[in-house]
Every structure is written in structure tokens, then in C-alpha cells.
């Protein structure tokens, strides 16, 4: 698991991408913005390798 946190002003960036132990070709990208306004904002998008 990576994860990447960078402050901006009033935004808190993390970026987190999560492997499955099972399927090694399925990879999921979570994308979470989270500002401090009490709101969460999830950005996902799943990659399917066929290789």
C-alpha cells in the first residue's frame, strides 16, 4: 500500500493504491480528497491488467 499525503492549504491529499493479495493483474486506485471542511470525497477507478 502507497500512500501519499500532501498538505495544501485547507486540503489534505492521499492517494492510496490498494493491490489485491489474491489477484496480482487487479488493481484498485483510491483517491481520496479530504478537506477539512468536514467533507470526504472518494475518487475510484479499477484497473483490470489481462497480460
Excluded: P
Excluded at 498538505?7 to 481520496?32: C, I, K, P
Amino acid at each position: 500500500m502507497i500512500i501519499i499525503t500532501s498538505n495544501r492549504q485547507q486540503h489534505a491529499w492521499q492517494l492510496e493504491q490498494v493491490t489485491s493479495g489474491s489477484d496480482t493483474f487487479l488493481m484498485l486506485m483510491v483517491m481520496r480528497i479530504t478537506i477539512l471542511n468536514n467533507r470526504t470525497f472518494y475518487l475510484k477507478s479499477v484497473q483490470l491488467n489481462t497480460q
